[in-house]
């Protein structure tokens, strides 16, 4: 019998388990289920640890694939709705934090600049080493649903990388909007670490804003000015179509992208609703089929992976 060590990542609790190789996967996947079940604000990161610069490991790939989330699972999303940012988790040179306000008309939906884009869809990539192994697994587990569904690619940076991502738990959810050059933060404390919220960053990262920002969003939301925290209504406006790119798509109620229903609210009452029945939103399972078009289109990869919507 082999002797393996589990650290569990309940703050003082260690479980030592005997087990041969046949079983070690029966162990992962309770040692993975437990991890997701004792959660608490620091459960999967040590800030006593430096924030250094390292990548996944082939390890973390092979642990995403015990990570199972789905749609019932609780969490909080607060993390994403910071009122100090723009939209609650866009960090970007121009819009200024304060007011919530553009500084310049630059805001789309998808942003057309080629500049802003990744060339050839690929993203280079850093992570603080502040992250457990459930943060990391989790991480990767973000990153292979793009690898499945899209052409892009988030890879390891390498010494001839430039622009770069890093992903650090500064503080809440929140990315960058698009390539902007050099190193880029995208923040995810230990509250962001379920599968959607990062996916949901990295598109952020991958050039995208958020589903109701699209000029067209009043004929399918309706959004409940009364119920909104004062002065956080600069949260909701939307775009018009001289400035934003719908990518030729139609409003994504599934979509990654989408307010949840109380996005700042003041009162917990709604803040924004569909107009549609039976439909929800604020969905953070994975890409939408109309997420991984807009991806594919804006990217221009091959017909091979535009999948219909």
């Known amino acids: 019998m082999e002797s393996t060590l589990y650290k569990v990542s309940t703050r003082r609790q260690y479980i030592h388990f005997f087990c041969d190789d046949s079983n070690s996967m029966n162990f ?38 015990l990570i199972q989330q789905n749609e019932s699972e609780v969490f909080n999303s607060s993390d994403m709705y910071n009122p100090d940012l723009f939209e609650g988790d866009i960090v970007d040179d121009d819009i200024s934090p304060s007011s919530g306000r ?43 649903e793009y690898e499945r569904l899209t052409c892009i690619r988030i890879v390891p940076k390498t010494s001839a990388d430039n622009d770069y991502v890093h992903i650090a738990p500064y503080r809440g959810c929140s990315s960058i909007i698009g390539r902007i050059g050099g190193m880029q933060p995208m923040s995810l404390v230990s509250g962001c670490l379920h599968k959607g919220i990062i996916v949901h960053e990295f598109m952020h990262a991958l050039g995208f804003f958020h589903e109701q920002a699209r000029a067209d969003r009043d004929s399918y939301v309706t959004v409940h000015w009364e119920n909104i925290a004062p002065g ?35 009162n917990g009452r709604p803040t924004i ?37």
């Open 28 to 65: 992962a996947v309770f040692i993975f289920t437990l991890l997701a079940l004792v959660r608490a604000d620091d459960e999967y990161v040590d800030k006593s640890q430096p924030d250094a610069e390292t990548t996944l490991t082939d390890e973390d790939f092979e642990h995403a694939k």
């Open 102 to 144: 553009k500084r310049r008309s630059i805001m789309k939906n998808a942003r057309r600049h080629a500049t802003y884009k990744w060339p050839n869809g690929r993203v280079p990539y850093t992570i603080s080493q502040q992250y457990n192994e459930y943060g990391r697994a989790v991480l990767a587990a973000a990153i292979q």
């Open 273 to 309: 609703l569909p107009k549609q029945r039976g439909v929800r939103i604020g969905q953070r399972r994975g890409l939408s089929p109309t997420d991984i078009y807009k991806i594919n289109t804006m990217y221009g990869c091959s017909a091979g992976w535009q999948i219909a919507f």
């Open 232 to 266: 956080l209504e600069s949260q909701f406006q939307k775009q018009s179509l001289s400035v934003i790119d719908h990518l030729g798509t139609q409003y994504d109620y599934d979509s990654i992208m989408h307010y949840e229903t109380t996005a700042f609210s003041k």
